[in-house]
Antibody, heavy 128, light 111 residues
């Protein structure tokens, strides 16, 4: 059974880059059946989709965060990562990694854009 | 793109049914059948309850059901139980460039 576990610093300074990783167990990052994504929840607010990445490196990003977000996969370590640059207090949140199912036809792969497996989340605070 | 619109709170008594609405636009809910719903207990990981408007993942109680009409999706919980008290979020695909948007969340209280 697929399981996800977030890791990374719990405290990041303003203007620095937030870096988180999500280790995958029970499945392979090379799978064509999953897209690997990040969602966050600021304190007292709702969920916000950050983006996702396919094993090929293809990414989809939330347009409001696109200029600051980078995602990548490390198939040798079976993990995928999130980097968010130039952080402010507004980036303080619980960050979740999650999978979205997908499928491939002969020529194209498709993301079904719902999140079926989630990590437990990790709290990141932006503060000096 | 703005978040989908959900009521901030709903409540019901054990055994009753409640419905949570999720209103979007013709660019998201109205155009795609990729609406999903998540149950979220504070401090826990969200749990997928409904996907593709009406589909229930394996293991989710059949007391949970989803529907859609025009630009509005709905989650209905029948036979309310105390354990259903949680936050519920709707989510929709919103096309290329925007991709995924969530609702603001609805706090369900079981009286």
């Amino acid at each position: 059974q697929l399981q996800l576990q977030e890791s990374g610093p719990g405290l990041v300074k303003p203007s620095d880059t937030l870096s988180l990783s999500c280790t995958v167990s029970g499945g392979s990052l090379n799978s064509t059946s999953y897209y690997w994504g990040w969602i966050r929840q600021p304190p007292g607010k709702g969920l916000e989709w950050i983006g996702n990445i396919f094993y090929t490196g293809r990414t989809d990003y939330n347009p409001s965060l696109k200029s600051r977000v980078t995602m990548f996969v490390d198939t040798s370590k079976n993990l995928f990562s999130l980097r968010l640059s130039s952080v402010t207090a507004g980036d303080t949140a619980v960050y979740y990694c999650a999978t979205s199912p997908g499928y491939c036809s002969r020529t194209t792969c498709y993301n079904l854009y719902y999140m079926d497996v989630w990590g437990k989340g990790t709290t990141v605070t932006v503060s000096s | 793109q703005s978040a989908l619109t959900q009521p901030a709170s709903v409540s019901g008594s054990p055994g009753q049914s409640i419905t949570i609405s999720c209103t979007g636009t013709s660019s998201d809910i109205g155009s795609y059948n990729q609406v999903s719903w998540y149950q979220h207990y504070p401090g826990k990981a969200p749990k997928l309850m409904i996907y593709e408007v009406t589909q229930r993942p394996s293991g989710v109680s059949n007391r949970f059901s989803g529907s859609k009409s025009g630009n509005t999706a709905s989650l209905t919980i029948s036979g309310l139980q105390a354990e259903d008290e949680a936050d519920y979020y709707c989510c929709s695909y919103a096309g290329y460039n925007t991709f995924v948007i969530f609702g603001g969340g609805t706090r369900l209280t079981v009286l």
